[in-house]
């Protein structure tokens, strides 16, 4: 099993980014499948979450009304739109897949937010 994050990079203040994972070796549309974040210094935590089907969505509270996440099973991918991004959304980004107990990491992507 594989989950590819592409798409991290360096951005403005106020910018967009969107982040794909590319999975691989699982049946996807099967997972949920979630984006977490890291920052320096700090625990991974939860940004945003999305049900197999694509029919459910949870976000931090911190993101709500900035980032989008999307998903096309055929495509085997999931996304992280990241608009109006501020500094503090600086981070490494993981994407998790999770199936009751069976879980699946991506190895991440950084996403650095600055002037």
């Known amino acids: 099993v594989q989950l590819v994050e592409s798409g991290g990079g360096l951005v403005q203040p106020g910018g967009s980014v969107r982040l794909s994972c590319a999975a691989s070796g699982l049946t996807f549309s099967s997972y949920d499948m979630s984006w977490y974040r890291q920052a320096p210094g700090k625990e991974r935590e939860l940004v945003a979450a999305?049900?197999?089907?694509?029919?459910?969505?949870n976000y931090a509270d911190s993101v709500k009304g900035r980032f989008t996440i999307s998903r096309e099973n055929s495509k085997n991918t999931v996304y992280l739109q990241m608009n109006s991004l501020k500094p503090e959304d600086t981070a490494v980004y993981y994407c998790?897949?999770?199936?009751?107990?069976?879980?699946?990491w991506g190895q991440g992507t950084q996403v650095t937010v600055s002037s």
């Open positions: 998790n897949g999770r199936l009751r107990w069976i879980e699946y």
């Open positions: 999305i049900t197999s089907g694509g029919g459910g969505r």
